[in-house]
């Protein structure tokens, strides 16, 4: 099946500090690439799309200098949390649709954050 | 805006009991509309979509455009549906938002032995 892998699983960090996650398709190609944001046991929001070799569309509210999202490869999408601070805490999740009849959506485990 | 609405956050049964997860959404189109689930300690996963209108570990959901639900149902719960339960809505192909999910708050469901 697809595979959607996440590096790294945690990392905590100092305010002030850059982060960056990445977000990989294992065994397929993902044009278009998600990243959500989950908080303790509430639902996911949508923060942006990530279309390789092109920019990446935030969604309304979302600060696109304060996240910064490449999508460099078919295959990796990188999210940077710059200048975190400790709202920024959470759990961050990507997807990756694999292109096709259903157009699928396969998930990462995660990433949590914790900003000090 | 599409919105998708799950009432309740919380819903706990005893094994062998149906279950009735709920799910509403508002849109002006024609909606695709899935279930997730994430199990304890597990990714995101999908469970079903409504388009190819299938029964998966006993779950089935019916997209009722008049009432605009599609809730997902089990006549008999097992421990192991433990988890929590995410209806999503994608909007249709042609539809300017393609591709993208918008997710209900989630709904923890619990089955007691």
């Known amino acids: 099946g697809a595979v959607v892998s996440q590096h790294p699983s945690r990392v905590i960090c100092k305010s002030g500090t850059s982060v960056k996650i990445e977000c990989r398709s294992l065994?397929?190609?993902?044009?278009?690439m998600f990243w959500y944001r989950q908080f303790p046991k509430q639902s996911l929001m949508l923060m942006a799309t990530?279309?390789?070799?092109?920019?990446?569309?935030?969604e309304q509210g979302v600060e696109k200098d304060k996240f910064l999202i490449n999508h460099a490869s078919l295959t990796l999408s990188t999210l940077t949390v710059t200048s975190a601070h400790p709202e920024d805490s959470s759990f961050y999740i990507c997807?990756?649709?694999?292109?096709?009849?259903?157009?699928?959506?396969?998930f990462g485990p995660g990433t949590r954050l914790t900003v000090l | 805006a599409q919105r998708v609405t799950q009432p309740e956050k919380l819903l706990s049964v005893f094994k062998g009991a149906p279950v009735e997860l709920k799910c509403n959404y508002s849109?002006?189109?024609?909606?695709?509309l899935f279930w997730y689930v994430q199990y304890s300690r597990q990714r995101l996963q999908l469970l079903l979509r409504?388009?190819s209108r299938e029964s998966i570990k006993g779950f089935t959901a019916d997209l009722n455009k008049g009432e605009t639900s599609f809730h997902l149902k089990k006549p008999f719960a097992q421990e192991e549906d433990s988890a929590m339960y995410y209806c999503?809505?994608?909007?249709?192909?042609?539809?300017?938002?393609?591709?993208?999910?918008?997710f209900g708050q989630g709904t923890i469901l619990t089955v007691h032995p």
């Open positions: 997807s990756a649709v694999l292109a096709g009849v259903n157009n699928e959506q396969f």
């Open positions: 065994d397929f190609q993902a044009t278009t």
């Open positions: 990530s279309n390789e070799g092109s920019k990446a569309t935030y």
């Open positions: 849109y002006s189109g024609s909606p695709e």
């Open positions: 409504h388009i």
């Open positions: 999503a809505l994608r909007v249709a192909a042609g539809g300017t938002s393609y591709g993208k999910l918008t």
